[in-house]
């Protein structure tokens, strides 16, 4: 069972660059999201208009979370100790059912505000439902455009890119896989551990090269990594695991995983990949409003602060730290910013379409004997107790 690394020790920014809480006034147990922002985006057709968010001094916001407990926790705890609002949070991690299926079930039932996903999937396959409403805080205003929905039905408040681990006693940096396409061809093929594309940023990542390459290219590309000797595993962290034994050379994960890697002194190096071609798919997180929230201030306060200073330099602190979306947050030198990398370009929606009309054969890529599960040939559309934070 993997053991979560430690938590990041909550610290607060000495210079914030960015709106923080402040407490209002008169009401002096509210908390004012947002209020602090310059000026005020006239709405286009269609987007909702901005909104500053009064937290309430008092009640609970249920949030159902695919994050893991170890980067979600500390900033759930550090809303809940500063506005006096219960965040009851349901990790998926504890959930032993389809947790997608769960949070479709609440969420239709009035039953949870949040979401807070690992990457845009889950919240797009929701709103294919009708089940989040658009939300637009004022504090997102910075989240560049391939980071949110178009009509704001969930918004990206961190990234974490889909980077190249490998071997650092085994490997040396200068004959490194510098490519996705090093699974398939060269002295790489046949090396690596790659984890199953069923879901979070691997599926991301996989649904943005079908979007990318066309979905014939793509396709035949995964087929042949599946089946050229490259070990598919359950998740990056089992990446993570193969790459630091020696059992795989190199592989994918998330930027966060690798992070954590290296806190840990493990014998992997990191290299964001495509580096003079496409770039890395980034990936991320973000949080979408149920559409029948039973708590909305507190929900519409909590989707709030994800984009204050406060929460952006906690995700940057974390020892598995995400890239915040804000500008000029503090952070730890080990942890890149955006521009320091090539970013692939990614339609959400183009890759959201690809992913439910292939999810099945996503989901069993790589179980089958020998070769693996095909993805080549394309299903016909889909139809249209709580724990502490």
Known sequence: MRR???????????????????????????????????????????????????????????????????????????????????????????????????????????RVDLLWAVSPLTALDLAADGLVRSFRPAGARPVLRQYRDRQYRWIGFAVTPRVIIYNSDRVKKDDAPASVEDLDAGAWSGKAAIAAIGRDGPAFQAAALFALW??????????????????????????????????????????????????????VNIMFPDRMGSGAVVVPHVMTLLAKAPNPAQAKGLFAYMFTSEAAYQVGQNDCALITLLPDIPKPDWVPTLGVFNVTPVDNEAAFDIYRRRRAAFQSWGTAPAAGARVTAAPAPSPSGAPEP
């Open 214 to 267: 066309g979905e014939e290219r793509a396709g035949a590309f995964f087929d042949r990594v599946a089946a050229n000797g490259n070990r598919v595993v359950a998740d990056d962290a089992a990446v993570r695991t193969m790459v630091r034994s020696g059992d795989a050379l190199w592989g994918f994960v998330g930027l966060d995983e690798a992070i954590c890697a290296k806190r840990a002194a493990e014998t």
């Open 4 to 110: 979560d690394p430690p938590l990041a020790t909550t610290v607060r920014p000495s210079a914030p660059a960015v709106a923080r809480l402040r407490l209002a006034r008169p009401a002096a147990a509210a908390l004012l999201v947002g209020a602090l922002l310059p000026g005020c985006n006239a709405p286009e057709p269609g987007v909702p208009p901005e909104e500053s968010v009064t937290v309430p001094a008092d009640g609970k916001v249920i949030v159902y979370v695919e994050a893991p407990r170890y980067i979600a926790g500390p900033v759930l705890r550090l809303f809940q100790d500063e506005t006096n609002v219960q965040v009851e949070a349901h990790y998926r991690s504890g959930t032993a059912e389809d947790f997608a299926a769960v949070v479709k079930r609440e969420a239709a039932a009035g």
